[in-house]
């Protein structure tokens, strides 16, 4: 991955997995354009790197993200450094489109837009001493857009009550709502997202990729229409380098070499 002049991010890469941590810890890593626009950079720098196989998003200090910069959102803040490559809407959908999995590590408080990034993401792992949840009723606002991605993750009295209550929600609480895929004791979060990102990362980047891109296509298709497109991307699945190379694999009893191909 290239080294951009990031101000508001800390990136790295090693062993096939890209690290991308906000990195304003003495303001809980709040999300302000700048911050966003750096993650879309970042993110895209990923998705091109054929070295990086997955992408880890986490936030340095004590917090993954206290959400929304509520100072630079009623001063209008300063504008990215980087030429601009979208908003925060732009920033949700973008993993939709890696075609490589994205794992939050979430050390501690996650509220608001936070969260929206931590539901966007295919894993969340959380330290068990931390607090979730979307705040912005008790400021006169409302999580108008992680709404959508919350949705998807959680069922709908458990998504209202969250947001119109404005309580948070314990480690615990997130992950029986869906938030969250696994909590862990503090000590253990680094280990466990170690662990998950190297087992994603010994993966077929190609049925990564493929699977990813038609679980998104697919997950707002009624299933009359799902179904055949799915079949379709089987086929195409098929074809590929990497599903004959597992193959092969599986019956000479040895472990596949991808291509990704």
């Given at each position: 991955?290239?080294?951009?002049?990031?101000?508001?991010?800390?990136?790295h890469?090693h062993?096939?997995?890209?690290?991308?941590?906000?990195?304003?810890?003495?303001?809980?890593?709040?999300?302000?354009?700048?911050m966003?626009?750096?993650l879309?950079?970042?993110?895209?720098?990923?998705?091109?790197?054929?070295?990086?196989?997955v992408?880890?998003?986490?936030?340095a200090?004590?917090?993954?993200s206290?959400?929304?910069?509520?100072?630079?959102?009623?001063?209008?803040?300063?504008?990215?450094?980087l030429?601009?490559?979208?908003?925060?809407?732009?920033?949700?959908?973008?993993?939709?489109?890696?075609?490589?999995?994205?794992?939050?590590?979430?050390?501690?408080?996650t509220?608001?837009?936070?969260?929206?990034?931590?539901?966007?993401?295919?894993?969340?792992?959380?330290?068990?001493?931390?607090?979730?949840?979307?705040?912005?009723?008790?400021?006169?606002?409302?999580?108008?857009?992680?709404?959508?991605?919350?949705?998807?993750?959680?069922?709908?009295?458990?998504?209202?009550?969250?947001?119109?209550?404005?309580?948070?929600?314990s480690?615990?609480?997130?992950?029986?709502?869906?938030?969250?895929?696994?909590?862990?004791?503090?000590?253990?979060?680094?280990?466990?997202?170690?662990?998950?990102?190297?087992?994603?990362?010994?993966?077929s980047?190609?049925?990564?990729?493929?699977?990813?891109?038609?679980?998104?296509?697919?997950?707002?298709?009624?299933?009359?229409?799902?179904?055949?497109?799915?079949r379709?991307?089987?086929?195409?699945?098929?074809?590929?380098e990497?599903?004959?190379?597992?193959?092969?694999a599986?019956?000479?009893?040895?472990?596949?070499?991808?291509?990704?191909?």
């Amino acid at each position: 991955m290239q080294d951009h002049p990031y101000e508001t991010l800390l990136v790295h890469a090693h062993g096939g997995v890209a690290t991308i941590t906000l990195n304003l810890p003495e303001r809980k890593n709040p999300l302000g354009p700048a911050m966003v626009n750096e993650l879309l950079w970042a993110l895209d720098e990923a998705k091109q790197d054929p070295s990086v196989r997955v992408i880890v998003l986490t936030g340095a200090g004590s917090a993954f993200s206290a959400g929304g910069d509520l100072k630079q959102m009623s001063s209008g803040g300063s504008g990215p450094k980087l030429a601009h490559r979208g908003d925060y809407v732009d920033l949700l959908l973008r993993f939709t489109q890696l075609g490589k999995p994205t794992i939050a590590r979430i050390p501690g408080h996650t509220y608001g837009g936070g969260l929206g990034l931590v539901a966007s993401c295919d894993f969340a792992i959380a330290a068990e001493s931390a607090k979730l949840g979307t705040p912005e009723i008790k400021r006169g606002l409302f999580p108008m857009m992680i709404m959508a991605v919350l949705a998807r993750v959680m069922p709908r009295r458990e998504l209202l009550s969250m947001m119109l209550l404005g309580e948070s929600l314990s480690a615990a609480e997130a992950k029986r709502v869906g938030i969250l895929s696994h909590v862990v004791p503090d000590e253990e979060l680094d280990a466990k997202t170690t662990e998950i990102s190297h087992k994603l990362a010994k993966q077929s980047p190609t049925a990564l990729r493929m699977g990813l891109a038609a679980y998104h296509h697919q997950a707002d298709r009624a299933l009359t229409d799902a179904l055949p497109y799915l079949r379709d991307q089987l086929f195409a699945i098929l074809g590929t380098e990497d599903a004959r190379e597992g193959l092969s694999a599986f019956l000479q009893k040895r472990e596949p070499v991808w291509t990704g191909r």
